[in-house]
């Protein structure tokens, strides 16, 4: 989300305050102060998801929206931007979220790219590209599956999405309803034809910006931009069934315009990362250490 101007953005502070009316406080071993690593200026200023590289370890990827190329970037978890790698025939209209997830083929690895923002609730189709994770040897990747889907209900501004690992089901969680609504595209989704997103459910709390599944399914991750909020999963509960449950609210630092999140592979922590607003000189990739 991109919003220009010093009042433009303490306005968007302002209107982002969580529904928090039913939150849980209780900690969930996570440590509140960050180790921070700085970006530098301009290099990447507009982030709005994050997913932690499998292909390539100890990077991250990021990927900035409406506006910017149709490029994925590689950074370090030092905070150091390797190289970008452009998506071939992708047009960035108003890029969200991502994340690393299995996909159609057993055994490979995919990143899933949601060009599901929409400000003014005016379009009436979404996408989610999903392509093989590349490795860093590559500048372009060549092939993307393009899933096309849209609303039962109309349409929505999203910023959040999750990919369960073993149902491969997505699921898109909206920013400006009130409360945030939770819809699925179920596995398989139809790259020839229109999904048709089905409503699953609601959150406690509006102005979702970015959302994070574990890699072992059990814990999610919901942020705002004055919040990040936790569920445990059990084995038997569908993602929907989980997000049913009283979140806990975690303690973290605040970020200026905060829309990146995601677990690291290895499960010790998360990672969180701001859109720069122009009267903030820098930002920080942050990460929340477990205890």
Known sequence: ?????????VLMIGLSCDKEDA????????????????LTPSVIDEASGIADSKANPGYLWV??????????????????????????????RDWEDMTTAMGP?????????????????TASQYFIYRFTEPVSAIDTVL????????YPDGSHDAEAILVENISKDIYVITKQDS???????????????????TLVGTLSFTGVTGAA????????????????????RTSSQSV????????????????????????KNDNSGFFTLSERPAIIAAVNLNFYKRK
């Open 213 to 232: 599944l574990s890699g072992d399914g059990k814990e999610i991750l919901v942020r705002t931009y004055n919040s990040v909020y936790y569920w445990n």
């Open 63 to 92: 990927q900035q929206d409406s506006g910017n190329p149709n490029d994925i970037a590689l950074l370090s978890q030092d905070g150091i931007l390797l190289k970008k790698i452009n998506i071939k025939s992708v047009i960035n």
């Open 143 to 150: 092939n993307c599956d393009k899933i096309t889907f849209q």
């Open 23 to 38: 939150k849980n406080t209780e900690p969930q071993g996570f440590e509140a102060m960050p180790v921070a690593k700085p």
């Open 179 to 197: 409360p945030s609504r939770i819809y699925k595209i179920p596995y398989p989704q139809n790259i020839g034809a229109i999904n048709t997103a």
């Open 105 to 121: 083929v057993a055994g490979a690895q995919y990143i899933y790219l949601a060009d599901i923002g929409d400000n003014a609730m």
């Open 240 to 263: 929907e069934q989980a997000l049913a449950g009283s979140p806990v609210t975690l303690d973290t630092q605040f970020e200026p315009q905060g829309e990146a999140i995601c677990f």
């Open 1 to 9: 989300m991109r919003i220009k101007g010093t009042w433009a953005f």
